[in-house]
């Protein structure tokens, strides 16, 4: 989404109808820019009209993002560190924009939203479907020290912060499939994201980043490879985004603030109590091989294993490689 379009929302944030030929007097825009950008938030279901009258205004039920509102339900936790919130209409990806902060080095705890992603990508370089306003895209800039050893199988905890955050809001049967997303009635709810910059051995920084399909538009869901679910059809609690951003982003704190100290094996049984792959019969597809056998679950650095059919046992850390289960 470009600037204009941006500066198109905020305008509409009151509510009213604006005609293409108001919007391209509000903001020095030409008409026919004016007019190709409304239609095309009307066309992605953000925008209702009136065609006799060609005016605009935001659906009234649109769920937006805002910072303010988020630390605000943040605030009433006491122990939150210090941290900053950005939300955008819209970026390419939410952990891009991170890492490019962090390399700026920009403070640990940086949170980013976005209402839209226009090149979000999830684990070995997938399309993350992200329709505008719809669901959570989210990353989260984390500074460590003690080298990329001592977070060994953060991916993992963090689903288990997802997961808690989830429960939390009275969602059920959350369930976590190694190495990095989050199922609910056996569809995929979410995903994770881990990316270390800076030197492994030493000092470095962490861009988690989370998706979380919330309401999911049928027209862009089209798109996603695999069974999926949102919110919308599990829950009849009014959880707004906001309410749930702020959720997910205490609960990703938690686990952050002391993760390279305790590591993952604190975590260890809870993520068991979760998973969605133990004794199911997988393939694990790698670059050039494929391996077939039975889950026996995670050990305390957050490797998956395995049984294969000779007998023999095998684990797995994550990298370029993906987990199928066998129907």
């Given at each position: 989404?470009?600037?204009?379009?941006?500066?198109?929302?905020?305008?509409?944030?009151?509510?009213?109808?604006?005609?293409?030929?108001?919007?391209?007097?509000?903001?020095?825009?030409?008409?026919?820019?004016?007019?190709?950008?409304?239609?095309?938030?009307?066309?992605?279901?953000?925008?209702?009209?009136?065609?006799?009258?060609?005016?605009?205004?935001?659906?009234?039920?649109?769920?937006?993002?805002?910072?303010?509102?988020?630390?605000?339900?943040?605030?009433?936790?006491?122990?939150?560190?210090?941290?900053?919130?950005?939300?955008?209409?819209?970026?390419?990806?939410?952990?891009?924009?991170?890492?490019?902060?962090?390399?700026?080095?920009?403070?640990?705890?940086?949170?980013?939203?976005?209402?839209?992603?226009?090149?979000?990508?999830?684990?070995?370089?997938?399309?993350?479907?992200?329709?505008?306003?719809?669901?959570?895209?989210?990353?989260?800039?984390?500074?460590?020290?003690?080298?990329?050893?001592?977070?060994?199988?953060?991916?993992?905890?963090?689903?288990?912060?997802?997961?808690?955050?989830?429960?939390?809001?009275?969602?059920?049967?959350?369930?976590?499939?190694?190495?990095?997303?989050?199922?609910?009635?056996?569809?995929?709810?979410?995903?994770?994201?881990?990316?270390?910059?800076?030197?492994?051995?030493?000092?470095?920084?962490?861009?988690?980043?989370?998706?979380?399909?919330?309401?999911?538009?049928?027209?862009?869901?089209?798109?996603?490879?695999?069974?999926?679910?949102?919110?919308?059809?599990?829950?009849?609690?009014?959880?707004?985004?906001?309410?749930?951003?702020?959720?997910?982003?205490?609960?990703?704190?938690?686990?952050?603030?002391?993760?390279?100290?305790?590591?993952?094996?604190?975590?260890?049984?809870?993520?068991?109590?979760?998973?969605?792959?133990?004794?199911?019969?997988?393939?694990?597809n790698m670059s050039n091989d494929s391996i077939t056998g039975t889950v026996l679950g995670v050990d305390n650095s957050g490797a998956l294993r395995m049984r294969l059919l000779s007998g023999e046992e095998k684990r797995f850390l994550?990298?370029?490689?993906?987990?199928?289960?066998?129907?």
């Amino acid at each position: 989404m470009l600037d204009s379009q941006e500066k198109i929302l905020c305008l509409l944030q009151n509510g009213k109808y604006h005609s293409a030929k108001s919007v391209s007097n509000m903001l020095g825009i030409q008409l026919s820019v004016a007019q190709k950008y409304l239609v095309q938030l009307e066309d992605s279901g953000v925008l209702t009209s009136v065609h006799e009258t060609n005016e605009f205004k935001l659906l009234e039920n649109l769920d937006l993002l805002s910072a303010r509102r988020i630390t605000n339900y943040l605030s009433l936790d006491s122990n939150m560190p210090c941290f900053e919130i950005k939300v955008f209409q819209s970026l390419d990806s939410t952990n891009k924009y991170a890492r490019e902060q962090a390399e700026a080095k920009t403070n640990s705890g940086l949170v980013v939203l976005a209402e839209q992603q226009t090149a979000g990508r999830g684990r070995r370089g997938k399309r993350w479907v992200s329709p505008f306003a719809s669901n959570i895209y989210m990353s989260i800039v984390w500074d460590f020290f003690r080298g990329a050893k001592s977070i060994q199988g953060l991916s993992l905890a963090i689903g288990v912060g997802v997961r808690r955050a989830l429960l939390q809001l009275d969602i059920k049967d959350v369930k976590l499939k190694w190495p990095n997303d989050i199922f609910v009635n056996n569809r995929k709810l979410g995903g994770i994201l881990v990316e270390i910059i800076g030197d492994p051995n030493n000092a470095c920084t962490v861009i988690v980043g989370i998706g979380l399909n919330v309401t999911m538009p049928e027209s862009q869901a089209v798109e996603i490879d695999q069974d999926w679910i949102d919110l919308s059809q599990i829950s009849d609690a009014n959880i707004t985004r906001d309410q749930l951003s702020a959720k997910i982003i205490g609960n990703i704190f938690e686990v952050l603030k002391d993760f390279d100290e305790i590591g993952f094996s604190a975590y260890l049984s809870e993520w068991q109590s979760a998973d969605f792959l133990k004794n199911k019969t997988c393939m694990i597809n790698m670059s050039n091989d494929s391996i077939t056998g039975t889950v026996l679950g995670v050990d305390n650095s957050g490797a998956l294993r395995m049984r294969l059919l000779s007998g023999e046992e095998k684990r797995f850390l994550g990298g370029e490689i993906s987990v199928r289960i066998n129907k």
